[in-house]
């Protein structure tokens, strides 16, 4: 049970001490947050990670965020995901095999053009590393502006990848909503390399299917039943949905906007279902509605960090065995470090 389970979590840190340093995302269970020594979005995890002295890692989060944690860290810290099952299903949308074949099709499309790609955080190493071989950076949800304006800076055109949502969304906050288009290289009714080339900003094919739930009804709905209510939502919600909302940012802004709030006032939440319902945990004094009900905000990956793997990863680490290591190949490592480089610096 529940109890048990946190004495031995409890046990096997008091054995580790300073040696292990546990980061939770803020869409992680319930469990793992109240273990986690850092709680934040991806951007501050990475930063949390990049401070940590412990030899060991481990990351309450998916697989790309315990993947810049280990380009991130000293290569004598070892970072540890809980279960290797937990996969963002966006950052696979685009293969760096695949942005590969389509950077072909497309600076052969427009052979004059300095395309510069950026890929969201929601991506893997490899995909980083080809961005920053190719002049590129990463960005999360809380500086894709500045991505998007380096990208200007440095060339002409960009290249966001994956999340569409959220290279829309960014594309009107810096008001060049006039010259984007979606592509997707093997739609044969969509867009052709050239069609796509002519833009400023192409957008990949890919998308958040926790986030892409999210409906304008949902706000319409419920500002009908709720005038008082005020709705903040993360920018992989759709383009109508961010436009119905009165705030949006990225998962710690969603934590900042609650906590900001005055006593007595009515958020409800366009995000995963848990960091919701954290929110309603951490701030009794606010009314937290999930938007849309409960039942279907749920981040599957997220969720395959359950504490039964974390306890058995604390207690193997006790017993001396490292498992569930998550370890960037050499070379790949470097150039996804420069790409996050990039990204910190601006
Ligand atoms: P944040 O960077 O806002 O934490 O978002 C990460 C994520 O996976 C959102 O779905
Ligand atoms: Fe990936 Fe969406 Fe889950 Fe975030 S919420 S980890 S983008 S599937």
Redesign the pocket.
């Known amino acids: 049970d529940e109890a048990e389970r946190t004495e031995r979590i409890e046990a096997a840190l008091d054995e580790l001490g300073d040696d292990v340093v546990i980061l939770g995302?803020n869409?992680q269970r319930r469990e793992i947050v109240e273990h986690s020594d850092f709680i934040g979005d991806s951007y501050q995890l990475s930063k949390e990670a990049a401070n940590a002295d412990a030899d060991y890692v481990i990351f309450g989060?998916?697989t790309f965020m315990a993947e810049s944690a280990d380009i991130i860290t000293a290569d004598d810290q070892t970072v540890i995901l809980p279960s290797m099952e937990a996969s963002?299903?966006?950052?696979g949308m685009a293969e760096a095999l695949q942005v590969d074949t389509a950077w072909a099709e497309i600076t052969e499309a427009a052979p004059d053009a300095n395309i510069i790609p950026i890929t969201y955080m929601?991506s893997y190493a490899d995909l980083k590393a080809f961005c920053a071989e190719q002049g590129g950076l990463v960005c999360t949800s809380s500086n894709a502006h500045k991505a998007f304006e380096y990208g200007f800076d440095q060339g002409d055109k960009v290249l966001f990848l994956p999340?569409k949502h959220l290279g829309e969304n960014t594309a009107h906050r810096l008001d060049m909503e006039d010259s984007i288009v979606e592509w997707d290289p093997w739609d044969p009714e969509g867009a052709t390399a050239e069609e796509a080339a002519a833009a400023d900003i192409i957008l990949w094919d890919g998308y958040?299917?926790?986030?892409e739930r999210f409906r304008e009804s949902h706000i319409t709905e419920l500002r009908e039943e709720r005038p008082d209510a005020n709705v903040v939502v993360h920018p992989?919600c759709r383009r109508e949905v961010v436009e119905a909302a009165d705030v949006v940012g990225s998962t710690s802004t969603i934590c900042e906007t609650v906590e900001n709030a005055d006593p007595g006032d009515t958020w409800a939440i366009g995000?995963?279902i848990h960091l919701a319902n954290h929110l309603d945990r951490w701030h009794p004094e606010v009314e937290v509605l999930p938007l849309c009900g409960d039942a279907c905000m749920d981040?599957?990956?997220?969720r395959q960090i359950d504490p039964n793997y974390l306890t058995w990863v604390l207690e193997e680490l006790v017993e001396g065995r490292e498992r569930n290591v998550i370890e960037v190949a050499p070379g790949e490592k470097e150039l996804a470090q420069l790409a996050l480089d990039r990204m910190l610096e601006i």
Do not use: K
């Open positions: 995302h869409y989060g998916v963002c299903p966006m950052a929601n999340d958040c299917q926790v986030h992989e995000t995963e981040c599957n990956a997220m």
